[in-house]
């Protein structure tokens, strides 16, 4: 069995990507040094968001870092599919269209100053009037619907969720809604946060929601793909990942942690953080020796992580309407999102986004799959879906396959679902004990374990990496 001793470069200065110039990161003679005190070694496990900026910051104190990450490429569940060159027929989208993450949540949040920092051109996505609903199979705006009651519950049951003061249930027995609005509910307080509205807890999220500190709006950014976005904030410690390296095991009962990737290979390091998915954590993709203690493992299965699907399919045509943002209730597709919508004249690509026991059917259903949104698509839309599906032009002029995507993150290994959520029964303090460090040598980041409410986006993920990195440092600096 070979053993790597991690890193072997030490990296000073602070990194900010595209934003920081190349001199702030030499080392003079005369430097004071690193800001923290430390022959140690921190390996950090997976590269998304999370992983990412845990390492910029420990870089930045002048701490040893490595960051081993199991698949081809950076970012996790931020990928952008300009970037995935296995694909080779493309949108015909002249904007970036995303598999994973796609919105920036809150202009003044981690995220929204990154791309501040960045003077991005962004779109404000729930500004009034964009948002269709179906009912009855008919898609209408909040307007032209004209006080439908079971709209107006389940739009005031989603408002009111940050006051929630029911019961410990799920959304679907808080909202008590008739079964006429049942998957508008499920759409938008069911699948928004990461699964169906029977599963996702009421009371959980109406806490998260509170705690959030940031305002409330979302932004799709109009030329650049997210996942360019977060590897050029990072760019500085891109050179210490290690891409493709599975890790396995953990062993933590000696002094040094002993990592053990999947072809057997070890590596040594004197503190850990693991920012892998809690999906991959609770079905034991990395083992942990000792095993974690039994009241992080009961948090962690307070919390659900179920399967996804993005499809993302191009039209000939744009039948929804040009001014359409998110069109929410559809039983298929839960939450479509015209994504081109104010950032071409081309607004003919529809995103749909499915968690929950729907994404777990439609992945079973395998390619069949776009035939059953189209179907849902065809019975609200007079049948263009199925007339208006782009398809690939053979050299001899015929038509060929549809053209869609897929990104299949429940059946991903390195991801197995889509984003965190708290079930009835959870709290903030299930994130605490899941976040919480083991014996000050291995350490939880990732969206999963955020305890600022911003668990399941990408400035839960970041926020985590701020709070694991600081555990860290105190762990030496106390020490
Ligand atoms: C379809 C979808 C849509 C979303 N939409 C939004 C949105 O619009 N806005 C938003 O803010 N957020 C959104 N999110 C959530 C957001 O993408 C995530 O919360 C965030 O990217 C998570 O970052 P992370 O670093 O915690 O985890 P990840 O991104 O999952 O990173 C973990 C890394 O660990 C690696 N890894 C896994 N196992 C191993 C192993 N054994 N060894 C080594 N490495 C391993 C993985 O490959 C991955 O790179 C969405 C997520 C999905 C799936």
Aim: aromatic share 8%; with cysteine.
């Amino acid at each position: 069995m070979k053993r790597r001793k991690a890193l072997k470069k030490i990296g000073v200065g602070v990194s900010a990507g595209l934003l920081m110039p190349g001199f702030m990161v030499s080392c003079k003679k005369d430097d004071p040094g690193p800001e923290v005190q430390y022959d140690g070694t921190v390996i950090i496990i997976g590269a998304g968001a999370a992983g990412l900026y845990a390492a910029d910051i420990l870089n930045s104190k002048g701490i040893k870092v490595q960051i081993l990450e199991a698949s081809n490429q950076l970012g996790g569940r931020v990928r952008s599919l300009r970037n995935q060159k296995e694909i080779l027929v493309q949108t015909s989208a002249d904007f970036p269209v995303e598999l994973g993450a796609e919105l920036v949540y809150g202009s003044n949040s981690a995220f929204g100053k990154i791309i501040k920092n960045y003077n991005l051109s962004q779109i404000e996505l729930n500004a009034q009037g964009t948002d269709q609903f179906i009912l009855d199979s008919v898609a209408k705006s909040q307007d032209a619907w004209q006080n439908d009651a079971d709209l107006n519950s389940v739009l005031n049951f989603v408002s009111g969720l940050p006051t929630y003061s029911g019961g410990d249930v799920s959304m679907k027995q808080a909202a008590g809604v008739s079964a006429r609005a049942d998957a508008l509910l499920n759409s938008r307080a069911g699948n928004y946060y990461g699964s169906s509205s029977d599963r996702v807890g009421a009371k959980g999220v109406s806490e998260a929601l509170g705690l959030i500190e940031h305002d409330n709006k979302a932004f799709i950014i109009k030329t650049n793909p997210l996942q360019d976005i977060i590897t050029s904030r990072f760019s500085q410690i891109v050179n210490k990942v290690q891409l493709n390296t599975v890790v396995k095991s953990i062993n933590y009962a000696g002094q040094k942690i002993i990592i053990t990737d999947k072809d057997g290979i070890q590596f040594e390091a004197d503190k850990v953080i693991v920012t892998t998915s809690l999906a991959v954590l609770k079905t034991g993709g990395v083992a942990f020796s000792p095993g974690l203690p039994s009241a992080k493992v009961a948090s962690m299965n307070k919390l659900g992580m179920d399967h996804c699907v993005r499809v993302v399919i191009d039209f000939k045509k744009n039948f929804w309407g040009d001014a359409t943002g998110f069109i929410w209730g559809g039983t298929e597709g839960p939450m479509y999102l015209n994504i081109g919508v104010a950032r071409s004249e081309f607004y003919r690509t529809l995103s749909v986004t499915v968690y929950g026991p729907k994404a777990q059917a439609l992945s079973f259903q395998g390619p069949d799959m776009i035939d059953t949104i189209l179907a849902e698509l065809d019975a609200i839309y007079d049948n263009q879906a199925s007339l208006f599906i782009r398809k690939v032009i053979n050299s001899d002029g015929t038509e060929g396959d549809r053209v869609w995507f897929l990104a299949d993150w429940g059946k991903d290994e390195f991801f197995k679902g889509g984003i965190s959520y708290p079930m009835p029964g959870a709290s903030v303090v299930d994130r605490e004990n899941f976040a919480a460090p083991v014996s000050n040598k291995i350490f939880f980041a990732g969206e999963a374990t955020d305890v600022k409410g911003d668990a399941g986006t990408i400035n839960g993920a970041l926020n985590s990496a701020e709070r694991a990195t600081e555990e860290l440092v105190t762990s030496i600096t106390s020490a």
